[in-house]
């Protein structure tokens, strides 16, 4: 009989499931693709019907199950700090003489705690911090949850019925685990880094075989992910998951504020970083954790310290000026200068040559472009759903290699483990939408496509199985001419909307990259930066940031077969190996399904569509 593992990340955002049999990935998915809300928290339930869909399974049949947060992981050290912090709040409340503010630390505790998106009624919570940390493991622990009853109750059936064992695994456990069980390496250094989890902002770790054995860590409340959103929130992005735009602004400025800058964030030895706790709030008075319809809104994490340093902050409709960019620039620079610090110290005690890197910080492409530039690493594998969704596929493999020491068997070479579409249901799902359209012979999509593309029409380019994590690579896109200087505005006006500063990706055939970046190392999940060689800027101007870099992903024929011949029937066209590719959607999550793709092809100015072997054009 086949052992079967679901794993899922819930109540935090990026809500995700995934599940294995017998090792092998079935399918792993973000839970935003199917209820349409961004970056949704909440429990993965439309997820978890997919991935037992795909696997074939019902609920009855799953072995083990898993989810990414432990809320007995570092246990003293939370009642430590909520301890202390009961006690900040009842020497502030003696201070103004009104007792009645105290709360007892049992309900500080369990109010510290997350929220869950599903309950709209109780929407608005007091965090003691953000993405998870104190938060759901103290506060979720006294209300919930016990797994078997969560999935009982949201899939109909009697809790009797979930034999499966139930595993909790610690957050940055589940992300390290995600870097090196599907990586390509037998041993590598490994690096979780992100905002918090379970209590951590950073976890470094040995993988070696079936182990991840872990060597360090840096503990609430110090996070380079916090300061990095904090900045984001100062500079007038307020999203959830908008500190990607700052990374996109940070090109146009100075870093003159970099000493401001080592001053909020200080490195120590070993590895070891420590915020200015003076320039925010999530410590002492706590975080909102809010939940927009399933959206998580995070709290002003910066304090009136950083106010006091940069001025006022600036809002979010006001014009961008030199200090934002610069502010920007400092950020990221003190962020490139963290990272290589504890990387450098992770070589360090490693010797090893090879990393595997997840986390919320990992999306920073910039960053991780600069890895083997800046430290003695020479491979670097990025967990493509780096962020906190891929500690579900994270929780799988902990299962399987760590605890049930079965062999590795995976390597995950893209990140197509989505839901995917026959030719016969696209169609029929275009009959019904009434929009008219034409049916190609297999082999003659990509060298149309790549001619409407060469034409300068804007295409939709629908595909195969849908990508788990934030890039669309290939299957959910966007495709244009990047040899088009007018391309990014085009996009920006008919579709995607997006502030002007911000660069568009291109995709590259793998063997060509050398002729293009002045970097090699294979980029397939579209997670690294390059430097675009300045002889070749000319030529892809629409893929070119304002620095000469290019945020690539490097596309081979093993990887996604249909992907490369679109890009290879282009090069014939245009001489050109590179398309301008951006994710499938206006503003909302990438499109899931057939539906999704027609309403945003209707909604928006793309010229035309390819769906499958389909063909729609307005
Ligand atoms: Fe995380």
New binding site residues.
């Given amino acids: 009989m086949p052992v079967y593992i679901l794993g899922i990340n819930a109540y935090h955002g990026d809500a995700a499931a995934a599940i294995l049999k017998d090792g092998k990935i079935v399918a792993a998915v973000e839970e935003e693709r199917f209820n349409r809300v961004k970056h949704c928290a909440g429990f993965p339930v439309q997820s978890i019907r997919f991935c037992l869909e795909a696997a074939g399974i019902t609920l009855d049949r799953v072995d083990h199950i898993g989810i990414s947060r432990d809320p007995s992981a570092h246990l003293h050290k939370k009642v430590v700090f909520a301890a202390n912090r009961a006690a900040r709040q009842l020497a502030m409340s003696a201070g103004v003489g009104n007792s009645s503010n105290i709360k007892p630390l049992v309900s500080l505790i369990v109010e510290a705690g997350g929220g869950n998106g599903d309950n709209h009624a109780k929407e608005k919570r007091n965090g003691a911090g953000i993405?998870g940390q104190i938060a759901d493991r103290l506060g979720n622990a006294a209300k919930i949850r016990d797994l078997k009853d969560e999935l009982a109750r949201v899939f109909s059936v009697p809790k009797t019925h979930i034999k499966a064992q139930v595993h909790d695994v610690e957050?940055?456990r589940a992300?390290l685990a995600s870097s090196f069980y599907v990586s390509p390496f037998e041993s590598a250094a490994l690096l979780?880094i992100?905002?918090f989890?379970d209590f951590i902002s950073t976890m470094w770790a040995v993988g070696e075989g079936n182990s991840v054995e872990v060597l360090g860590q840096v503990e609430y409340p110090h996070s380079v992910g916090i300061v990095y959103t904090a900045t984001t929130q100062f500079l007038g992005f307020p999203h959830y998951g908008d500190e990607g735009k700052v990374m996109g602004l940070a090109p146009y400025g100075k870093p003159r504020f970099i000493q401001e800058f080592r001053s909020i964030i200080r490195t120590e030895e070993r590895g070891q970083f420590r915020i200015n706790l003076d320039y925010f709030r999530h410590h002492a008075e706590g975080v909102e954790m809010t939940w927009d319809h399933g959206s998580p809104v995070i709290g002003q994490v910066f304090s009136g310290a950083f106010v006091d340093t940069f001025g006022p902050p600036r809002s979010p409709n006001a014009p961008i000026l030199d200090r934002d960019r610069d502010i920007a620039a400092s950020l990221q620079l003190r962020l490139e200068e963290i990272s290589f610090h504890v990387l450098n110290h992770l070589h360090e005690k490693t010797g090893l040559m090879d990393l595997g890197l997840a986390?919320?910080v990992a999306y920073n492409s910039v960053m991780n472009g600069k890895i083997l530039l800046n430290t003695p690493f020479k491979r670097v594998f990025v967990q493509p759903a780096a962020?906190?969704s891929g500690?579900a596929l994270g929780v799988c493999f902990h299962i399987n290699c760590g605890i049930l020491r079965a062999p590795r068997s995976e390597r995950m070479l893209g990140a197509y483990t989505g839901p995917q579409f026959s030719d016969d249901e696209i169609r029929s799902e275009l009959e019904q939408s009434g929009v008219t359209f034409e049916r190609l012979p297999e082999g003659e999509t990509t060298k149309r496509a790549a001619k409407d593309i060469a034409e300068g029409l804007v295409v939709g380019w629908f595909q195969g199985r849908m990508e788990f994590g934030p890039r669309a690579l290939g299957n959910r896109s966007i495709v244009v001419d990047p040899r088009r200087s007018d391309m990014k505005e085009i996009l920006n006006e008919r579709i995607k909307k997006r502030e002007p500063f911000r660069p568009f990706a291109p995709s590259i055939l793998e063997e060509r990259t050398g002729d293009y970046f002045e970097q090699t190392h294979p980029a397939p999940t579209m997670l690294m930066v390059y430097q675009i060689r300045p002889e070749r800027r000319y030529e892809i101007p629409a893929v070119t940031h304002v620095d000469g870099s290019g945020r690539l992903q490097t596309v081979s024929r093993e990887v996604n077969e249909r992907y490369y011949e679109l890009i290879a029937e282009f090069e014939k066209l245009s001489g050109v190996p590179v398309l301008l590719n951006t994710s499938f959607n206006e503003n909302e999550p990438i499109v899931c399904t057939p539906r999704d793709a027609v309403d945003c092809f209707l909604h928006t100015e793309m010229d035309v569509l390819y769906i499958g072997n389909q063909r729609v054009a307005r």
């Fill in positions: 993405f957050h940055h992300h979780s992100d905002g989890g986390g919320g962020g906190d500690t």
